[in-house]
């Protein structure tokens, strides 16, 4: 059986690394984008100058009618998924809470929460025995932040991937007896595009002297623990949260 994978978000950084790692593992992928259809055509093009097969799907997480019609598109495309990796995100400008409008508020759990949880449940109606399916995997992209609390900085941040946490938690748990193990990544500092977008594009040089092992990670090293846990490998690992930080 193929397995087929989505990734959300995976038009660059952490996404566009599991996309690629796992096209060259022999999943058929999903490459999910909100806006940038250039970049996302450019990752599905190098999977398959490389033998592997794959498909750009637009959809903002946050909108609930465009996730239902990317799944269907990938019914179609691809097939019944077997895997999810739950990557979309943002942040915002550095701010404290004094100074955060509930517009940020709303945008930050909008993505980052509600869109991976709705993901996840389209996921196990195609995915759970209960609903016919095969089971499957589920990796949520947490962070670093949901422990340290990114205080200054992205507190509205390290809170929503706080719930993304405690989701990870539960929702492995409900679904552990259909056939579909739920996991999390917590990746620490990790040179992306992210930082840029939140207004601090060298953040990860800024900080890497407080991580143990003094440097920032890639986004490859995160996506070797994501197929890791999408994998037989870890047949028998569910609920856990992996941390991929260099000791932060």
């Known amino acids: 059986m193929e397995q087929v994978l989505l990734v959300t978000g995976a038009s660059r950084g952490i996404g ?5 790692l796992a096209a060259a593992k022999g999943y058929a992928v999903a490459v999910n984008y909100a806006a940038q259809a250039a970049a996302a055509d450019e990752v599905v093009a190098r999977i398959r100058s490389q033998g592997g097969k794959a498909v750009a799907v637009q959809a903002d997480v946050a909108d609930e009618g465009q996730v239902l019609a990317m799944f269907e598109t990938i019914d179609t495309q691809l097939g019944r998924i077997t895997g999810l990796v739950n990557n979309a995100g943002v942040v915002d400008v550095a701010a404290r809470v004094e100074d955060m409008g509930l517009a940020r508020l709303r945008r930050m759990f909008d993505i980052n929460v509600l869109g991976s949880i709705v993901c996840a449940r389209e996921a196990i109606r195609r995915m759970s025995t209960r609903h016919g399916g095969s089971g499957g995997a589920i990796v949520n992209v947490s962070s670093a932040a949901s422990r340290l609390g990114a205080p ?3 507190v ?3 809170a929503a991937k706080g719930a993304i946490d405690a989701f990870t938690i539960g929702l492995a748990k409900e679904v552990a007896a259909e056939g579909i193990r739920v996991n999390a990544v917590r990746p620490g500092l990790i040179e992306t595009d992210i930082h840029a977008s939140g207004g601090i594009p060298d953040r990860v040089k800024q900080l890497a002297h407080q991580v143990p092992m003094q440097r920032g990670g890639t ?3 995160v996506a070797q623990a994501i197929i890791w846990l999408l994998s037989a490998e870890a047949s028998y690992t569910t609920m856990s949260l992996i941390e991929v930080s260099g000791g932060r």
Do not use: K, W
């Not at 566009?16 to 690629?20: K, Y």
């Open 152 to 154: 200054g900085q992205y």
């Open 156 to 158: 509205d941040y390290a």
């Open 219 to 221: 986004a490859e090293e």
């Open 16 to 20: 566009a690394a599991t996309a690629l």
